[in-house]
């Protein structure tokens, strides 16, 4: 007998991440949706009697997971070859999804191979100001702040229990800090977003065979080969297990994404990101 369960769940699974996939999401753009900024007049009225309105994104990897309704492909959008959209019928479909666009604020729809991607905010505004959250991370990363971290965790926390895929995830987990390292905000953070929401914080099971060399200032291929040189692997059995991995900040997704990767070659099922920030610049310094 086929069995339908088993055969939908891995049509279901998270596409598998490579350094070959990783560069081609990158070569793609756009590389995020903002509904308080860039998308901001979506969704759009039209006049009956087909659609009382549309939405059309410029992409559906990941943001389709959490839409509230289906999307299609859109053959007709000029500038964004991997568009998706809806014909949105009736008044209450507009009004439901009108609402849930104002309800995501400031969050940004990430493009990758995460089986989905977010950011709470940008660290910047468009004037160069820093944004709520922005200012959060700043005083947390650079002055140790912990009250800034604990807003911090309270706000990813509110994020995970607000989106019900990230509601219904298994375990958080932390990109993993160097043993060396002192003070680091995703790990801290986790631990306390851990306790909030009752999901057990799995970053501890990482380990490094050897030095891991800082990548701050590195380009993606400098980025990948410094993780593997570190021979960072996941010492526990993820199988079928849906793991929300948290970073501070989300510039390019290298490192999200390889470790993303470190949690699916331990069986992991999806791996859904948030980061507390998105940069204005997507691309890593070349």
Known sequence: MIDLASIFKDMDRMKEITK???????????????????????PKRKS???????????????????????????????????????????????EEIDAWVKSQGERVFLRDCLYTSIAMSHNFTDDGERTEIGELEYRAKQNHDMEAVEALAEHCANT???????????????????????????????????GKIGKEDITGHFSFAAEKRSVKSATLDEKWDAWNDAAIAFNDDLTDKKIILIDDKYQSGTTIQYIAMKLQEAGAHHVLGLSMVKTMRDTDNQ
């Open 20 to 42: 070959e996939t990783v560069e081609r999401a990158r070569a793609k753009e756009p590389k995020r949706i903002c509904f308080a900024t860039t998308h901001a007049s979506e």
């Open 48 to 94: 009956p009697p087909l659609f009382v309105g549309t939405i059309n994104v410029p992409f559906g990897e990941g943001f389709n997971r959490l839409f509230p309704h289906t999307l299609f492909p859109n053959p007709r959008d000029r500038y964004h070859e991997d568009s998706y959209w809806l014909g949105i019928e009736s008044e209450e479909d507009f």
């Open 160 to 194: 995970i229990m607000d989106i019900p895929l990230y509601g219904k995830a298994d375990m958080v987990c932390a990109i993993p800090p160097r043993p060396d390292k002192g003070f680091d905000l995703p790990s801290l953070a986790v631990s306390i977003i851990s």
